[in-house]
């Protein structure tokens, strides 16, 4: 079968496209016809190899799963021993690989075996380039939500990043659980983020929310590289403050531990501070993240939004792409 191949951590430039035996699904796996696999920030540090610390488990000098890409949608070739919610010729979509850390998961490629437990049918109202648009940035988006319980009351939610691939899920989730949205972003994001069902959409190049006088109930900060006290001032008194965090595709400069260190010390302040954190109970596995997405998507309650669409063989220019430009949806590529 035909595959992107990295031989080495660096520049996208390096990526090739080479033959390698298809794989065979083993027991719990399903073998996926790859129609379509999407480019996000998690598959970028996995080409980059950074932060540095990363290697540490998937290979120091080259990755030991040399086929990038973790989302995907596709059809069911074949289906491995115990597999029993799916046959040959079925539609899903999913992410490659159960593990949440940095780590190739193959999607690149004609075929793919995936854990049962990582896939959901395809809804029929979806392209495949819809669907594989939604996996990773979708687990990153319920892992860091409230639960719905917490959505009873109607909710006063900012969303910083809203129109980045995992900002444009959680508004449209938020907004589906009955709260207010205010959503940030560049201006030229701004209508995306009204058709998105923003209540209020503010141009943070041209105003400050921090240094506002309406306070909220959760921020949902999507770039997470300002302290918490930043934000202090903006949140109710129970309010929460939950950052996701982007390196902008090694801009930050931290190559070595990345965000790594930050993260670690707000989870260490949360233990004490009651407007760290979303206070979710438990973490939804990868199962029940896909199961809550199938419903969303089948529904109409969430709608995916595509940048652009590459060819296989087009892997340089849409990795170009993902990390110079401003993009309005998620980057696919396409494999026929």
């Given at each position: ?71 995907m949608a596709g059809v069911v070739e074949a289906t491995g021993p115990g ?17 949440s850390w940095w780590m190739n998961g193959a999607a690149f490629a004609e ?226």
């Amino acid at each position: 079968m035909r595959a992107i191949l990295q031989d080495r951590y660096g520049s996208a430039d390096s990526l090739r496209i080479g033959e390698v035996p298809a794989p065979e699904p083993r027991e719990n796996e399903v073998l996926v016809r790859v129609r379509a696999a999407s480019l996000h920030p998690d598959v970028w540090h996995m080409v980059a190899g950074r932060p540095y610390i990363l290697r540490l488990g998937t290979g120091l000098l080259r990755p030991k799963q040399p086929i990038p890409g973790t989302d995907m949608a596709g059809v069911v070739e074949a289906t491995g021993p115990g597999v029993t919610r799916f046959r040959a010729g079925d539609p899903v979509f999913g992410e490659t690989r159960a593990a949440s850390w940095w780590m190739n998961g193959a999607a690149f490629a004609e075929l793919v075996a995936v854990p049962e437990a990582c896939l959901a049918p395809k809804p029929d109202n979806l392209t495949f380039e819809e669907a594989a648009s939604v996996p990773a940035s979708g687990f990153i988006t319920l892992l860091n939500l409230p639960d719905a319980d917490w959505f009873r009351e109607r909710r006063d939610v900012l969303i910083n990043g809203a129109g980045g691939g995992v900002g444009t899920l959680a508004l449209q989730i938020v907004k589906a659980r009955g709260a207010r949205v205010t959503a940030v972003d560049t201006t030229n994001k701004l209508g995306l983020l009204r058709s998105l069902g923003a209540d209020q959409v503010i141009d943070y190049t041209q105003e400050d929310f921090t240094q506002g006088d309406h306070r909220y109930d959760l921020i949902f900060d999507v770039p997470g590289d300002r302290p918490l006290s930043t934000f202090k001032p903006v949140l109710t008194e129970n309010g929460r403050y939950v950052p996701i965090g982007h390196e902008r595709y090694g801009q930050s400069g931290r190559a070595l531990f990345g965000l790594i260190p930050h993260f670690l010390y707000l989870m260490l302040r949360a233990r004490f501070d009651k407007n760290l954190g979303s206070g979710k109970r438990s973490a939804p596995t990868k199962q029940e993240t896909m199961t809550v997405f199938h419903d969303l998507l089948a529904t109409g309650q969430l709608t995916p939004r595509i940048d652009s669409t590459y060819p296989l063989q087009d892997i340089h220019a849409a990795f170009h792409h993902l990390t110079q430009d401003e993009l309005h949806g998620k980057v696919i590529l396409s494999i026929p």
